[in-house]
């Protein structure tokens, strides 16, 4: 494992060891003795909006040594049309390693291709890998187990983050229904290839039903906004609030990936009872890249 693209190009050894390593960046955060990062320089570039990710990779690569260059696509030539790989092969030459949010996932696997540095997607149109990854762990770290798990998507089924669910219930065999409007399933052929116990419906009661996770994302994401329209008409239903909430488990953990559309994807007052479970996913966040990150470096170092 160079190169962190998808969860969809790691096995489940990979994922059981990314949680293992989030669970000793989070307990002995502030005590690092070894700074995997050190003197190293990783560049962020980002061609779509971000807070969590943004922040948690800034700070998480100065807590392990290193520094890091933040690079809005708009700012730099690849705004103006530079393919991403001659910007791959300068950045290559420059900096350590690159974290990438963009549109395609194709540029995220050519610029990891053509720089040779360990490079991580922080979000395409296909994938969003650190934040399924950070959601494992708090699964986890709650749970203590993701044997036997029942996670229910309610929302855009064909979302970065739904097919990145997708992967992790086929990786780690736990079961996953995702609830969406026809229109908004993910393709059948991407779920014969996943394999698992992976069902799609239509109908966001019947996937809530005994659900020990309910996760929701943005009805609109990044990207699609002229959608916008269409579907908030669409997902009209497929809200998570009080009713879901009480056909699921009792213990049952209420996630988002965040932000969140207060009164759209999640009623404010679920929000609010669930804030603990949600904000403890975005700090999640942090301690899982970190992992990534010292496993990435460590990694590109015994390959020399
Ligand atoms: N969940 C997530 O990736 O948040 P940001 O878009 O704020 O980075
Ligand atoms: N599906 C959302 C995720 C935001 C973190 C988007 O791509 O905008």
């Not at 994401?221 to 908030?232: I, K, V, Y």
Request: charged share 20%; glycine share 6%.
């Amino acid at each position: 494992m160079k190169h962190l693209l998808s969860i969809e190009s790691l096995s489940a050894l990979d994922i059981d060891n990314i949680l293992a390593d989030t669970a000793r960046m989070k307990s002995s955060r502030g005590r690092h003795s070894e700074q995997p990062l050190n003197s190293q320089c990783w560049a962020l570039m980002f061609s779509k909006s971000s807070t969590r990710t943004r922040v948690s990779f800034e700070v998480g690569i100065r807590e392990l040594g290193g520094n890091a260059l933040f690079l809005a696509a708009a700012d730099i030539q690849l705004g103006r049309g530079e393919p991403i790989c001659d910007t791959a092969r300068v950045l290559g030459r420059m900096v350590h390693g690159a974290v990438i949010r963009t549109f395609s996932q194709k540029d995220v696997e050519d610029f990891a291709a053509f720089s040779g540095i360990p490079t991580i997607n922080a979000l395409t149109d296909e994938e969003h890998p650190c934040q399924i990854l950070a959601d494992l762990f708090s699964i986890r770290e709650t749970r203590g187990s993701l044997d036997g798990l029942r996670v229910a998507f309610i929302g855009d089924g064909d979302c970065n983050v739904a097919r990145s669910w997708i992967w992790a219930a086929a990786r780690c065999g736990f079961e996953l229904v995702i609830a969406a409007p026809p229109k908004f399933q993910p393709p059948a052929s991407l779920l014969q290839r996943a394999g698992g116990k992976i069902t799609l419906t239509a109908d966001p009661l019947e996937a809530a039903v005994g659900a020990d996770v309910l996760y929701t994302d943005v009805w609109v994401s990044m990207g699609r906004e002229e959608e916008a329209a269409f579907r908030l008409a669409q997902f009209q239903g497929y809200q998570i609030n009080a009713h879901l909430v009480s056909l699921a488990s009792p213990a049952v953990l209420v996630m988002h990936c965040l932000p969140a559309y207060r009164g759209k994807e999640i009623d404010e007052s679920t929000l609010e009872s669930h804030a603990e479970t949600i904000f403890r996913q975005a700090e999640n966040r942090l301690h899982a890249q970190k992992a990534i990150m010292a496993r990435l470096v460590k990694n590109s170092q015994t390959r020399c």
